[in-house]
């Protein structure tokens, strides 16, 4: 495990994204915009922590699919979530592939700073009603990590 980094200040910004470091700083800076909050709350609320785009565009009608990609490029630009992806050969027809998931490093920093508390945003995730399509999805294998 990786020693726990404090909040960067802006001096150690640049070094960090230098030296190819989770920068605290940028991290929260970028996860608390209200769109990308809402999309990550989504992600560590459901019920496997790897959402499709599929799932996270059913769970945030105002935003576009473009626009939740944009915002999980964004994300995962500094290191807060990561994309994981089916094999060409793995892919189930007419399915998504591709599914995020929290990074380590944002789930240490989010703890200390009492952010996205796991069990609260689950319970949400859980009471949203969900079309039989978004259950089948939610309910199939992801990629191992």
Do not use: C
């Not at 960090?16 to 700083?25: L, R, V």
């Not at 499709?52 to 990609?69: H, K, T």
């Not at 200390?112 to 039989?132: D, I, M």
């Amino acid at each position: 495990m990786k020693p726990k980094t404090e909040v960067a200040n802006s001096s150690h910004d640049a070094q960090s994204a230098t030296n190819n470091q989770f920068d605290s700083w940028r991290a929260l800076q970028k996860a608390t915009d209200k769109k990308r909050a809402d999309i990550l709350s989504d992600i560590i609320g459901h019920p496997k922590g790897m959402p499709s785009v599929e799932e996270l565009d059913y769970m945030n009608p105002s935003l576009s699919d473009d626009a939740i990609r944009r915002h999980l490029h964004t994300l995962e630009n500094v290191s807060v979530i990561r994309e994981h992806e089916f094999e060409p050969g793995e892919r189930l027809r007419d399915f998504p592939y591709k599914f995020y998931s929290l990074t380590e490093e944002a789930r240490e920093l989010f703890d200390r700073n009492g952010l996205f508390p796991e069990e609260a945003w689950q319970r949400q995730y859980r009471s949203v009603e969900k079309t039989s399509r978004i259950q089948e999805i939610e309910d199939m294998p992801r990629p191992t990590a």
